[in-house]
């Protein structure tokens, strides 16, 4: 069964927000990339900084959420 449903801009910028935090990068930088990754902008109308920014962001969710992941696998979980 498949679901049609869209989320607003709003919902998807806290979305975002909640999983960048949840994974170490601070608050107030999360919002900022949260607001452009919701902004649903195609790389095209990025700025070079906000590319930037973005990718440096993402980086260090990732390298975070592979830490995390390691971590449940020696733990056991």
Do not use: P
């Not at 919701?38 to 095209?44: M, Q, V």
């Amino acid at each position: 069964m498949q679901h049609n449903f869209s989320l607003s801009k709003k919902e998807k910028e806290k979305i975002f927000h909640t999983e960048l935090v949840k994974f170490g990068v601070k608050y107030d930088r999360a919002a900022k990339a949260a607001y452009i990754l919701a902004s649903g902008k195609s790389d095209e109308l990025l700025t070079e900084q906000e590319k930037r920014f973005v990718i440096e962001v993402c980086e260090e969710w990732s390298k975070n959420h592979k830490r995390y992941k390691e971590l449940q696998q020696i733990a056991g979980s």
